[in-house]
């Protein structure tokens, strides 16, 4: 790749805050280059399958989940690994970002006066959830295993700042947590769709952590109101106690007021760690070797309540109900969930 193909930046010069919206006119340069590169890989073929065939709806009632119809994700992508640890190795023999395809890499990014070995890929997800979907592999050569650090945390929170657009989001699952690969990694995408977690508000706990007042599951929140890095090490300190007592974590960011006000303007980024069972093994699309589950609890479901159907034929029907009833299976019990609060207390 030339320079051309390196977006680079200074820590220092990226917003905290910005005026962000949904149309062309809130685009920035990062957004172009983003968007344009994803565009032009539709163009040529690089993805498994469009998404033309890709319809949603709004379930009916109190969260207000939104269902997707996306049937050729789930039958045109990746195997998935064998994930038996929380904070299993990287294992080189298996798939992982440094065997991709060059035609999967839309760019490069580097952040600051970093050398070449440090440079972060942006690259397509060839079987993806919504437009403009990608993974941000954070210094690829390193060869780091799924499991959150301070330092991608901090770089997810300054590509959230580089851009200008309300409909972005990250997500991110750890092992056992439905993360398809053992090689680091966040799932950037834009949503444009009225989601739960918009309507969320928090109690603060300590430090810059909330305890998520509304939301699908028992969840932590936190808000990018000082330095990404700041933010980020905040953050890590839940996440370092969830490895602790090995306990599974999806991670979301996304644009919202502040946990704290009553005003619904977009003028944080909010990040949500949200803790829960464990699934070992291949990721399952099955219940049992016959009938399909509606739907895999993972960061978007368990996150954002945006739901993508994996049986088809639930799709037009899936309710609340049935939704909430997988969501609780998965979640963290109340006892369990006021164990974790009171260790992260303690540390914050």
């Known amino acids: 790749m030339d320079e051309a193909d390196v977006f680079s930046y200074l820590p220092e010069n990226v917003p905290i805050f910005r005026e962000v919206g949904s149309d062309r006119a809130h685009y920035t ?25 890709m319809s949603t709806r709004t379930i009916p009632g109190t969260f207000g989940f939104v269902a997707q119809r996306n049937p050729k994700r789930f039958t045109h992508r990746r195997l998935p690994m064998d994930i038996q640890s929380l904070q299993q190795p990287f294992d080189p023999l298996l798939f992982n970002f440094n065997k991709i395809s060059d ?8 952040r600051g006066t970093s050398d070449l070995s440090d440079e972060h890929l942006v690259i397509v997800n060839v079987s993806p959830i919504e437009y403009g979907h990608v993974l941000l592999v954070p210094a690829p050569g390193r060869c780091s295993p799924q499991v959150i650090t301070t330092e991608s945390l901090t770089l997810c929170l300054e590509v959230m700042s580089l851009s200008g657009l309300s409909s972005l989001y990250m997500v991110a699952n750890s092992l056992l947590a439905y993360a398809s690969v053992n090689h680091l990694h966040y799932h950037f995408m834009h949503l444009n769709y009225d ?66 006000a009553c005003s619904a303007t977009s003028s944080v980024i909010r990040i949500l760690v949200i803790p829960r069972k464990p699934v070992y093994g291949i990721k399952e699309l ?63």
């Open 195 to 260: 989601l739960p977690v918009a309507k969320l508000t928090g109690s603060h706990i300590g430090g810059g952590c909330y305890e998520l007042d509304n939301h699908m599951v028992p969840s932590f929140g936190f808000q990018l109101d000082a330095s990404p890095l700041l933010c980020a090490s905040g953050v890590q300190k839940v996440i370092e106690i969830l490895l602790t007592n090995n306990i599974p974590h999806n991670v979301v960011m996304y644009r919202g007021a502040p946990f704290n």
């Open 29 to 53: 340069e990062f957004d172009e280059l983003l968007l344009s590169r994803w565009d032009g890989a539709m163009a040529k073929g690089v993805f498994r399958y469009g998404l033309a065939d």
């Open 103 to 110: 035609t999967e890499v839309l760019f490069r990014i580097r």
């Open 286 to 348: 099955y219940e049992d070797g016959r009938d399909m589950q509606p739907f895999c609890a993972a960061a978007c479901e368990l996150g954002l309540g945006f739901i993508p159907v994996i049986d088809q034929a639930k799709y037009p029907t899936i309710t609340e109900d049935e939704v909430m009833t997988i969501l609780s299976q998965m979640a963290l019990s109340t006892e369990e969930f006021q164990t974790l609060k009171l260790q992260i207390k303690k540390c914050l």
